[in-house]
């Protein structure tokens, strides 16, 4: 090695799997990557501003959230709403069906609420409504996503492609069907006069919080102790293994994507009755694609996807309120979430893999060929430490 | 304990000295010293995980040293890239071929190969040098006349000719360029001529998904001989060969070692270390233990240096008691997607009571044989008959699905050849695993994990498994472990037929005898044990019975206790060579892939 370093033809660093990191330095590496992002998106505002932005940032940032009840109220609710998608794509990713197509799934969900809405409003009493709502929503995110599992189960054709293309048929019978509804040609849906949810202690949003809460617990449960959960694991860990034990890998599929269908068509349905009380081509905002980020942050364990649907929700919400008190236009906030998202994702490489430099230490002495082993283990120290 | 005899006074081509790699926190070589000399062959034994193929793998370029120098015929080099060791003319033939399967040999040696250099400017300078060397001309028949002088450059027609010759430089480098990478065929003379020189028995026109396992090694050593290569580095070249074929394999290297060249060969087969080497290199737990002359060894020496202690190298065989026929398999057939005949009429009896040993070549059939009895694979023709103990009512096993088949009744164990990729989920820990096979049992929702608890810690204590908890990711396992795991689970579900696949494939010495302990503690319980081996000698050892396949066909079913390997190595090439290329020429290339992932 002393040749070598001499000769300067070492490769500078080279990149070495990591085994087993300890928790708290894998947990130390990601709160960084998150403190790291809001550096730089400080610095970005700070030249987007001139410097003034820099200090601002964090102190919007945080008013965006928590500065009115109505601000903590609504990031609760973005949180909930971004959870549940993220819930519905966790079986369907836990068994490597890689269904990219939640946004449809989730804007049919809703369809069938409004349906409901339009042609039994009024007609019958609002609580049976809301219950044929919670049926047909349903029936209608089960259907959007069973038919690519059931494709995928029969022909193994490519579920990702499919549950894509579903995403634009689902965008234009919205529209098809927004235009039959109004009259006017606006193509605007307003807002709904039935199937609200009911309010709790005067406030909107609750009811769907605690309904998503309620979920989260029952999904964690569902994988980790029921059959159904096993079964799904060993499906999208080996479907070889799968079959050696026996079990019908079709089955497990359809199984599972009807449980994602009913979850997608339950966030169709708190999107209509409990937060928007209309429905639009684009009332999904993307959540269906940002959903699967989440989910995957999370390890598709339900506790951890809350976790990192608060600190999204924190972090759009947050910039979207800087930009507006700083002026700083619509993609402010893309930029910012594309920040946080791209260190946090970026930093898995580091808590897998380590960088070992070149070392320089080792020009100072020769006594290197006959005591190796030292070297080895203060390397080691070294990158732990 | 480090102890190197030196050969007789050869010149040294590889020295390395000092070195280390680890991988997080597994050293997988430390402090190696090792020394190659022109002209010889070099056995590196050790057991799996040892860290030879690691040590190798740093002087082909795959790997960068963590530590140490490397030494080439005396000066030291860095090894950075493959590209680096071709340059310092050393070539590596991996265990799993690198090969594009649908390129020609010719194509798959020639592939990647640099061009000569050829610089326009060198050739410039070279050509008005030329030109302007003076040449003496005598053009008097006088003899008394001065000799005169004359350079190319001074005359005008010299003058023309040289600015032409030079004006066309870069056509010239343009036309060896095209010939270079539109017409490599061109090469195949060379590559030919180096193929005869060492008596290779190839058709390298073959594409190479047509090639069979040994013609595919071939393809890769004649190609690392084509880009120059003085030092040979095989890693487990026998492990894929009938004793024929090994037999072909080590005369070519003899050739090669008559030629000078160096060759080292990373193996763990103690019989073919004696027939082969020169010296012999031990490693164990990636460190070098001793360099012994083999004229100097003995296997039991050999294996004492590998393993650290002495161990007894003897399979017991017990006379068979209480045998009746348990599993009646009648004319399998089977043909795969890719149309090729996998299992053409195979017919056998496995009893109770006894070892059934099942022998040919890699991709022969064995695998779809097991899968069939299984029921993960449904035969186009043929009878599975399962007769229970005490003389139940027989079973047809055909076109069940596993499933199924455990519905009847039938205790079916099978310990498949992908411990990781079918017999385990390597991301789920011991206790999850186990319950692979029983999770169906008792309650109709929730999972019952204490039941496949108790059975996980018996199966580490029992078998021994080193691991740090139950909770363990069993992927984290090493090699042997999984095996006990698997097997451990396979025989708690107390078989009354045990299928094993290739079970101690890539294990070492000791766990390797653990396993066949087991087989053996089943086949006493009077259960039908069905063994799919490759190593022949521990075949001919083990098994009371060994039916050899080939090309899906049954070619001979031979008794274990009079049986020799050359007996069995001829009933596994038994088919005609046309046939043979359908059944391991593709099947084992996929079958490597799989492996790989």
């Not at chain 1, 979850?263 to 639009?280: D, I, M, R, S």
């Not at chain 2, 079918?422 to 049992?441: A, P, T």
């Not at chain 2, 890539?506 to 087989?519: A, K, M, Q």
């Not at chain 2, 001829?570 to 005609?576: A, V």
Request: aromatic fraction near 8%; include cysteine; hydrophobic fraction near 45%.
């Amino acid at each position: 090695m002393k040749l070598n370093a001499k000769s300067g033809r070492e490769p500078l660093f080279h990149i070495t799997k990591r085994t087993d990191v300890p928790k708290w330095l894998a947990w130390t590496i990601r709160v960084g990557a998150v403190v790291v992002a809001l550096l730089i998106g400080a610095i970005v505002t700070g030249g987007l501003t001139g410097g003034s932005g820099f200090g601002l940032f964090f102190k919007d940032l945080f008013l965006g959230v928590f500065g009115t009840p109505r601000r903590i109220l609504n990031f609760f609710q973005n949180t909930a709403m971004m959870l549940i998608i993220a819930l519905a794509l966790a079986p369907a990713f836990k068994m490597k069906f890689w269904n990219i197509g939640a946004e449809g799934q989730v804007l049919m969900g809703g369809l069938g609420c409004v349906v409901c809405i339009q042609y039994l409003g009024g007609k019958i009493p609002e609580g049976a409504l809301i219950f044929i709502m919670f049926l047909v929503s349903m029936a209608f995110g089960v259907g959007w996503t069973v038919i690519p599992a059931i494709f995928k189960a029969q022909w193994n054709t490519n579920e990702t492609l499919f549950t894509l293309m579903m995403n634009y048929i689902a965008m234009q019978l919205v529209a098809v069907c927004i235009y039959i509804w109004v009259p006017s040609g606006s193509a605007v849906l307003g807002v709904l006069p039935y199937g609200h949810f009911p309010q709790i202690g005067g406030y909107n949003y609750i009811l769907n919080i605690i309904l998503v809460t309620v979920i989260m617990a029952v999904l964690f449960v569902y994988f980790r102790f029921s059959k159904h959960g096993y079964e799904l694991t060993v499906v999208g860990e080996s479907v070889n293994t799968a079959k050696y034990v026996g079990i019908n890998v079709k089955r497990v599929i359809i199984r599972t994507m009807i449980l994602s269908g009913v979850l997608c068509g339950f966030a169709g349905l708190l999107l209509v009755a409990g937060t928007n009380y209309t429905l639009a081509t684009d009332s999904v905002q993307g959540r269906g694609f940002t959903a699967i980020l989440v989910a995957w942050l999370g390890k598709f364990n339900p506790f951890l996807m809350g976790g990192t649907s608060l600190l999204y929700v924190f972090i759009d919400q947050g910039s979207t309120q800087t930009a507006t008190d700083l002026g700083l236009g619509g993609y402010y906030a893309d930029i910012i979430t594309g920040i946080f998202f791209f260190l946090v994702i970026a930093c898995e490489f580091f808590i897998n893999y380590k960088i070992k430099f070149r070392s320089f230490r080792k020009k100072q002495g020769d006594v290197l060929p006959e005591t190796p082993v030292e070297n080895t283990e203060k390397s080691a120290e070294e990158v732990t430490a | 304990m480090e102890k190197t005899y030196a050969a007789s006074g050869k010149p040294v081509a590889i020295r390395m000295q000092g070195v280390s790699k680890s991988f997080g926190e597994v050293v997988a070589n430390k402090d190696v010293n090792l020394t190659v000399y022109e002209g010889e062959i070099l056995s590196l034994l050790g057991e799996n995980g040892s860290g030879k193929t690691t040590l190798m793998n740093m002087l082909s370029g795959i790997y960068f040293p963590d530590e140490g120098e490397i030494f080439v015929k005396g000066k030291p080099v860095v090894i950075r890239s493959p590209r680096d060791a071709y340059h310092n003319r050393i070539g590596m033939v991996h265990q799993h071929f690198k090969l594009v399967d649908l390129f020609t040999g010719i194509d798959n040696i020639i592939l990647g190969e640099e061009m000569p250099k050829f610089s326009v400017r060198d050739n410039a300078r070279a050509m008005k040098e030329e030109a302007h060397a003076a040449r003496y001309v005598v053009d008097s028949d006088d003899s008394s006349a001065p000799v005169k002088t004359v350079r190319d450059d001074e005359t005008a027609k010299g003058k023309a000719k040289l600015a032409a010759k030079i004006a066309a430089l870069p056509l010239v480098k343009f036309f060896k360029r095209c010939k270079f990478n539109w017409l490599p065929r061109s090469r195949g003379g060379r590559v030919r001529a180096v193929a005869e020189k060492y008596g290779f028995d190839i058709n390298l026109n073959q594409k190479v998904y047509d090639m069979s396992v040994s013609e595919k090694q071939t393809v890769e050593i004649i190609k690392v001989l084509y880009r120059g290569a003085d030092i040979l580095i095989l890693d487990e070249p026998t492990a894929v060969l009938t004793p024929q074929e090994t037999e072909k394999l080590f005369d070519v290297l003899r050739a090669m070692r008559e030629d000078g060249k160096s060759i080292i060969i990373i193996t763990h087969k103690l019989n073919e270390v004696m027939e082969i080497s020169d010296r012999v290199a031990v490693l164990r737990k990636g460190e070098h233990i001793a360099t012994v002359n083999t004229a100097d060894a003995t296997i039991p020496m050999l294996t004492e240096l590998m393993v650290g202690h002495k161990t007894e190298l003897n399979i017991e065989r017990d006379a068979p008691e209480g045998v009746e026929d348990r599993l009646v398999v009648e004319g399998l057939s089977f043909t795969d997607r890719e149309g090729v005949k996998k299992m053409d009429g195979v017919s056998f009896t496995a009893r109770s009571g006894e070892i059934l040993g099942i022998a040919g070549i890699a991709g022969s059939g064995q695998r779809e044989l097991l899968e069939t009895i299984a029921g993960l694979i449904r035969p186009e023709s043929g009878a599975i008959t399962y007769l229970p103990p005490e003389g139940g009512k027989p079973e047809n096993l055909v076109r069940k699905s596993p499933e199924q088949i455990r519905e009847l009744g039938v205790r079916l164990s099978f310990v498949p050849e992908d411990r990781l990729g079918m017999g385990l989920v390597g991301n789920m820990d011991i206790i999850d695993n186990m319950m692979l096979r029983s999770y169906r049992r008792g309650n109709f929702i929730f999972l019952d994990r204490k039941n496949p608890k108790h059975l996980a810690e018996d199966i580490i204590r029992d078998l021994e498994v080193v691991t740090p908890s139950s909770h363990t990711p069993v992927r984290r396992l090493s090699g042997g472990n999984v095996q006990k795991v698997l097997v451990g689970r396979e025989i708690a579900a107390a078989p009354t037929v045990l299928m094993a696949a290739y079970p101690v494939r890539g294990l070492d010495i000791n766990s390797s005898y653990t396993i066949y302990r087991l087989l053996n503690e089943q086949k006493k319980r009077g259960v039908a044990v069905i063994y799919v081996g490759e190593d022949l000698d521990v075949l001919v050892e083990l098994c009371d019975r060994i039916m050899v396949i080939c090309a899906g066909q049954v070619t001979g079913i031979v008794d274990g206790k009079t049986a020799t390997k050359e007996e069995i190595g001829l009933l596994m090439t038994l088919i005609s060579d046309e046939h043979k290329h359908d059944a391991d020429g593709k099947h084992t290339a996929k079958e490597e892939d799989k492996d790989e992932a």
